[in-house]
């Protein structure tokens, strides 16, 4: 079965850290192109960050720049690194995988859903004191 899993989703005190990990279940996920997106209750899915197969090319939302970092940790897992986290970046979480590419341009803040082949079920972070 090919399939995209998030964990390292839950509760946090605002200026605390989580590590989310997209973790492929059936393919190599170095293949694709990935990109983190989220959801928060009453507003539309928005692009977060995201990386070329090659991990030469990121890109970060501007509300989270120097807060999130996108990184590949293995040939079956990105991960979305989060620090100095705000109540604003509660949301439920989602990875997906796309087609291959030179640049994220176009796939990421103005990301079209069905440029990506694979989404995972998503994982709810929550930024609460």
């Known amino acids: 079965q090919l399939q995209l899993v998030e964990s390292g989703g839950g509760l946090v005190q605002p200026g605390g850290s989580l590590r989310l990990n997209c973790i492929a279940s059936g393919f190599k996920l170095d293949y694709y192109a990935i990109g983190w997106f989220r959801q928060a209750p009453g507003k539309e899915r928005e692009g977060v960050a995201c990386i070329t197969s090659s991990g030469s090319d990121t890109l970060l939302a501007d509300s989270v720049k120097d807060r999130f970092t996108i990184f590949r940790d293995n040939a079956k897992n990105a991960v979305l690194q989060m620090s100095r986290l705000k109540p604003e970046d509660t949301a439920v979480y989602y990875c997906?995988?796309?087609?291959?590419?030179?640049?994220?341009?176009?796939?990421?803040?103005?990301?079209?859903?069905?440029?990506?082949?694979?989404w995972g079920q998503g994982t709810q972070v929550t930024v609460s004191s």
């Open positions: 997906a995988a796309g087609p291959p590419r030179p640049t994220v341009q176009g796939m990421c803040v103005d990301f079209v859903e069905n440029d990506y082949v694979y």
